[in-house]
C-alpha cells in the first residue's frame, strides 16, 4: 500500500541556505543597530520597521517553512499579520498626533 505524504513534507534546506539567512540575519540587525544610531527623523521608525519585516519574512519563510504549509495555515498568519499592521497605523497615528501637540 502506497500512502501520499506530500501534504505532510516539509522541503528541508541545505546547511548553506541556513548559513546565508543567519548570516544575513546578523548583517540586518547589525544595520539596525547602526540605523538607530544616526537621527533620520521621522524616517528612523520607519526604516527599523522595513528591516524587522525583512527579518520576520526570512525567519517565517527559511526556519518556520511557512512555503511548504497549507493554505489554510498561511490565511491564518496573514490575518494575524493584517491585525498587526492596524496595531502598527493605530500606534504610529496617536504617535503621531502626541508628538506635533
Not at 2 to 16: A, D, Q
Not at 66 to 76: A, D
Amino acid at each position: 500500500m502506497t500512502e501520499n505524504h506530500s501534504t505532510n513534507e516539509h522541503s528541508s534546506h541545505g546547511y548553506g541556505v541556513y548559513f546565508l539567512v543567519w548570516f544575513a540575519l546578523l548583517a540586518l540587525t547589525g544595520i539596525t543597530v547602526a540605523v538607530a544610531g544616526i537621527n533620520f527623523g521621522g524616517l528612523t521608525v520607519a526604516t527599523a520597521l522595513i528591516i524587522a519585516s525583512i527579518k520576520t519574512y526570512l525567519v517565517l519563510t527559511i526556519f518556520m517553512h511557512l512555503r511548504s504549509e497549507t493554505m489554510v495555515f498561511k490565511i491564518f498568519i496573514a490575518v494575524a499579520m493584517f491585525f498587526l499592521i492596524i496595531s502598527f497605523v493605530l500606534l504610529f497615528t496617536d504617535y503621531s498626533f502626541i508628538v506635533r501637540n
